[in-house]
């Protein structure tokens, strides 16, 4: 689809928030193209960068896949340096995950992109209009939660403690 903004049928609120995310996960999707690293990983990137050192079980749980999906999401990410796995000060039998100083640089310089991004914004609303738009914003994701589909598992709350963008985390 090249550089050109996507668009879902009809216009309104819902099509201006979704070029918003494309815009952003644009943005992030250059990070992991120049790390060599695949789109899906960053879910658990973004998990440990909001709660580094936790165990793979607790990071299946957290992300909502299987054990075993996680197990091979992490062996891609400790053979490329971004993670490393160190056993429980408490509990040998427990492995915790943790982020090497290659994963959080990734972390920071995503954002630091993000926050550009926000200074820019703030720069063209003012800090009224900006704080009125977090506000509106924070309104709209509670409505749009109301729609999401039974059983799908609501991990919005988890992304607005960390510069990622949202979607699927």
């Known amino acids: ?9 009809g216009e309104g609120i819902p099509q201006t928030i979704f070029s918003l995310m494309w815009t952003v996960e644009r943005r ?20 440990l960068w909001l709660e580094d050192g936790l165990s793979q079980v607790e990071l299946a749980a957290r ?12 062996k891609h990410l400790v053979a490329g340096g971004w993670v490393e796995r160190r056993k429980d000060d408490y509990d ?28 820019a914004i703030r720069a063209e609303l003012g800090p ?12 709209v994701k509670a409505v749009a939660r109301r729609f999401a589909p039974c059983g799908v598992p609501d991990r ?9 963008p949202p979607g699927d985390l």
Do not use: F
């Open 128 to 139: 009224e209009a900006a704080d009125r738009l977090a506000s509106s914003l924070d309104r």
């Open 28 to 47: 992030i999707r250059r990070h992991l193209r120049g790390a060599n690293l695949h789109w899906g990983l960053r879910r658990i990137l973004q998990r």
């Open 156 to 164: 919005a709350h988890e992304v607005s403690e960390h510069p990622s």
């Open 92 to 119: 040998y039998r427990i492995s915790r995950v943790h982020l090497t100083e290659k994963g959080t640089a990734l972390r920071d310089a995503i954002a630091a992109d993000l926050c550009e991004i926000d200074l």
């Open 1 to 9: 689809m090249g550089t050109e903004e996507r668009r879902l049928p």
């Open 63 to 74: 992300l909502g896949s299987s054990e075993a999906s996680v197990s091979n999401m992490l």
